[in-house]
């Protein structure tokens, strides 16, 4: 460090700074959560992660709003059956917080794995994905306790497992799984997956204590970046300079990390302005938590990580654009980091001008995707007239099926779904309601509209073509209106939507996800569909996984074929899956038993089909 950056550093970050400027973080370790994060935190005891006596453990209940565990369980559950066992007999690998009821796996889900499957494959689940389908299966996978192949070096699949849950931004999952890790300090890259997540979270006191705790042991440029941020925050003027200097010595590149220690050093000058990141696009959760204290606006380069659990930390930061964190809200929820309600809170927060809300449509096509839905959202909040409220939602759910976020819109929009009245007069808004109210999952919702659909659609061709349209996505849905239906009324359906764009690929994919749901698909159709060439272009897995997958569901290896049916169909999932890569897939689940999970992937395939 230059004597200029030292001799500012030195004199900015006094008591005052940390009196001042720092506040919120003194309130944080007092129990105080910073804003926007629900976190509370608990007051430290005996130096942070000595172990307490030992007690029964408890899965962690896994809540939207996580608070992060306190620092000494000593006990594992696994394959939801409590185990409790002295330290040095522990294998941490094992430990998991599922039970059957809750989706286990069962503790033998790797029996007859071979150990390079597991180191190989796990790295390689598809965190980013958008498809909850193959969500839901990825965090069971993570969160069962089982007895793992022999070889593994001990300690280092409950890193990983931990690690893609926070890249997952399921930070409940993550709280859960390190509240039954026995004596979980001996592990430096589990410890460093805790501090990123409290981080993450807005836990910045309990991420200093760990680096407090641990810096004489791990020493590594991580732990002394983290070591260095924190001594920062407490006013440790002194310390903090030799750190950096250190670090720079030693020929750490990471300018924006040093600008914004920097800063901090200023920030008790009247003429303080925050700090200029002119680019960030691999961003730390270290350097998000620096960002926010210093005051650092965002850049916008910042999206393009496409982890959801930083995308979920953008989302929730005030020292981010509007239409970033938006951005930034709309991709975390359609990957399952943000509960949807907060995605609706932030929608209602942007401000619009009086002209704006008056003429939605028109001003909507003006904006960029994020801030056009927003102001669509605060449209249709206000719009009190059926009719009009009704042809504002339509556009919305056309827009984002172009874009490829229909399922997440129509979560987003779903209270404004839900008081459009329904009656004969909106009968045309019946098919796109329906469909909503399905892939939400909420088909209590779509009975009454299925019900006037299928009143009105036997006077009105039209209509009466839009619900045969609809009858395989609300068969998949296994809405009670629809049990009946089979590829035996293929005919008129066919005859609906062969003039549609896409109409073969869309028909192609259905035939194959029945196929693979055990339903019987007539000859003639596969005939029907051989003129014409797929424009469409999809992913196939590598043979190894093609041919793995097939061994490990014949011999009933269900960790082993969870992994490989969600490493073979990518961060795409079903939405991009190849239809006989997808039909191989369903069908492996299904030889375990895994029908609910093959039906929800085939919904999620035939709906980014455009049916």
């Known amino acids: 460090m230059n004597a200029s950056r030292a001799k500012r550093f030195q004199g900015g970050l006094s008591a005052a700074l940390v009196a001042i400027t720092l506040a919120p973080f ?87 794995t071979p150990k390079g499957v597991v180191e190989n494959l796990l790295p390689q689940l598809p965190v980013t994905t958008a ?30 497992r931990t690690g893609l849950l926070s890249s997952m931004g399921d930070f409940a999952g993550v709280n859960a799984l390190l509240a039954v890790v026995p004596n979980r300090s001996q592990y430096p890259d589990l410890l460093r997956v805790e501090v990123d997540t409290r981080f993450l979270t807005g836990d910045v006191a309990r991420a200093c204590r760990l680096a407090h705790a641990f810096i004489q042991e791990r020493r590594t440029t991580y732990w002394q970046k983290a070591f260095i941020f924190c001594q920062a925050l407490e006013g440790d003027t002194a310390s903090a300079v030799l750190g950096i200097s250190l670090l720079e010595e ?54 393009a990580s496409n982890r959801p659990g930083v995308l979920r930390a953008i989302a929730i930061s005030p020292n981010a654009s509007a239409e970033l964190r938006l951005e930034a809200a709309e991709r975390a929820e359609a990957a399952g980091a943000l509960a949807v309600d907060a995605l609706r809170q932030l929608y209602a927060s942007i401000e619009f001008s009086e002209e704006q809300l008056k003429s939605p449509l028109t001003h909507a096509a003006q904006l960029t995707g994020p801030m056009s839905r927003a102001l ?22 056309d827009v984002a099926r172009g874009g490829g976020r229909y399922a997440s819109s129509a979560r987003a929009f779903l209270p404004q779904l839900a008081r459009v009245p329904v009656s004969r007069d909106l009968a045309w808004f019946a098919p796109e309601v329906i469909r909503a109210f399905l892939i939400s999952g909420r088909s209590q919702g779509a009975q009454p509209w299925f019900d006037l659909l299928q009143d009105v659609a036997q006077t009105d061709t039209h209509l009466a073509a839009e619900l045969e349209a609809l009858m395989p996505v609300a068969r998949l849905s296994e809405f009670e209106g629809a049990s009946t239906w089979s590829l035996y009324q293929y005919a008129g359906w066919w005859d609906t939507i062969k003039d549609s764009e896409g109409a073969r690929d869309k028909a192609t994919m259905l035939a194959t996800v029945f196929l693979a749901l055990g339903d019987v698909v007539p000859a003639s159709i596969w005939s029907e569909m051989i003129e014409g060439t797929s424009h469409t272009a999809m992913l196939a897995p590598y043979p190894t996984h093609w041919f793995l997958l097939q061994n490990a569901a014949s011999q009933g290896r269900v960790g082993e074929t969870v992994l490989l049916s969600l490493v073979s169909l990518g961060d795409g999932g079903p939405a991009r899956a190849e239809p006989v890569v997808l039909h191989h897939v369903l069908t492996s689940l299904r030889a375990l038993g895994l029908d609910r999970e093959a039906r929800a992937m085939a919904l999620e395939a035939v709906v980014a089909a455009g049916l």
Request: hydrophobic share 45%; no cysteine.
């Open 26 to 112: 003194a309130a944080l370790a007092q129990g105080a959560p910073l804003d926007l994060s629900p976190l509370k935190l608990d007051p430290p005891k005996n130096n942070g992660l000595e172990p307490a006596r030992p007690r029964p453990a408890r899965p962690a209940p896994i809540s939207p709003a996580p608070a992060m565990p306190s620092d000494n369980p000593i006990s594992s559950v696994i394959g939801g059956a409590v185990e409790s066992q002295t330290l040095g007999t522990v294998n941490p690998d094992v430990a998991g917080v599922l039970r059957a009821e809750t989706g286990s796996f069962g503790a033998a889900m790797w029996q007859g």
């Open 131 to 160: 498809s909850p389908a193959l969500r839901d299966l990825m965090r069971r996978l993570l969160l069962t306790g089982a007895e793992v192949p022999d070889g593994i070096p001990s300690g280092s699949l409950i890193a990983l």
């Open 250 to 303: 030693l020929g750490v590149q990471d300018p924006v990390f040093f600008n914004l220690i920097d800063a901090l050093a200023r920030m008790s000058d009247p003429t303080f302005k925050p700090p200029v990141i002119e680019s960030l696009s691999d961003p730390t959760p270290l350097h998000l938590a620096l960002a926010r204290v210093a005051k650092a606006q965002l850049p916008s380069d910042v999206i």
């Open 376 to 397: 669509m959202y605060r449209a249709t909040l206000m719009q009190t007239e059926p009719a009009s409220q009704a042809e504002a939602l339509q556009r919305v759910l």
